[in-house]
């Protein structure tokens, strides 16, 4: 794939992975979006950057299905249509062993690590499939291949989610032209 002039959207773009993503992607030319849930964060990330394309960054909750609509509407007047979503966002806890896993925690990692990447896909979905071409990039993690003591039985399972998803997105999405591929860092 050619990535010059492609619009990316990168979430939690405001610091580690996400942002070595998003500055990689400008660095080849794309028009790259940064979002994440700390406005503050992703200003000095995107001056941070300071080449060229510069990074363009809109704060949104990937969890919130309204207010990832709303980054959606705002990327698609930025940028036009989208080619590339990374789906990054994600999160774990420190108290994780079931014994001390928080009910509260247990939502938060299901609500952004698995039902952020599928708000996001299910918002990106209509313009790549009226083009019919896109690619979608989830970043899991190893731990939504094999469940590990390490990730704690919510991380696991929310990016177990996010694998399945991404998995049978691409199955159902390929005929469309639209590409989706798991990352397990």
């Known amino acids: 794939m050619e990535l010059k002039d492609k619009a990316v959207l990168v979430t939690r773009g405001s610091s580690g992975i996400g942002?070595?993503?998003a500055v990689a992607l400008a660095r080849q030319g794309c028009r790259v979006a940064i979002t994440g849930r700390d406005p503050e964060k992703l200003r000095q990330a995107a001056?941070?950057?300071?080449g060229q394309p510069p990074l363009?960054?809109?704060p949104c909750d990937?969890?919130?299905r309204a207010a990832t609509g709303e980054l959606f509407a705002w990327v698609a007047e930025q940028l036009g249509p989208l080619d590339i979503l990374v789906n990054n966002a994600g999160i774990n806890v420190s108290r994780r062993l079931m014994a001390e896993?928080?009910?509260a925690d247990w939502d938060r990692m299901l609500a952004i690590n698995a039902t952020g990447a599928f708000n996001c896909t299910y918002a990106a979905l209509p313009g790549m499939r009226e083009r019919k071409s896109g690619l979608i990039v989830n970043?899991?993690?190893i731990a939504g291949k094999r469940a590990m003591k390490l990730g704690g039985p919510g991380y696991c399972a929310a990016k177990f989610a996010m694998t399945a998803l991404g998995t049978t997105v691409g199955l159902?999405?390929?005929p469309h032209g639209i590409h989706v591929t798991n990352i397990y860092p």
């Open 19 to 21: 942002l070595a993503i």
């Open 62 to 64: 990937v969890s919130d």
């Open 101 to 103: 896993l928080d009910p």
């Open 139 to 141: 970043i899991s993690s």
């Open 47 to 50: 001056a941070g950057h300071g």
């Open 172 to 174: 159902e999405e390929r």
């Open 56 to 58: 363009l960054h809109h």
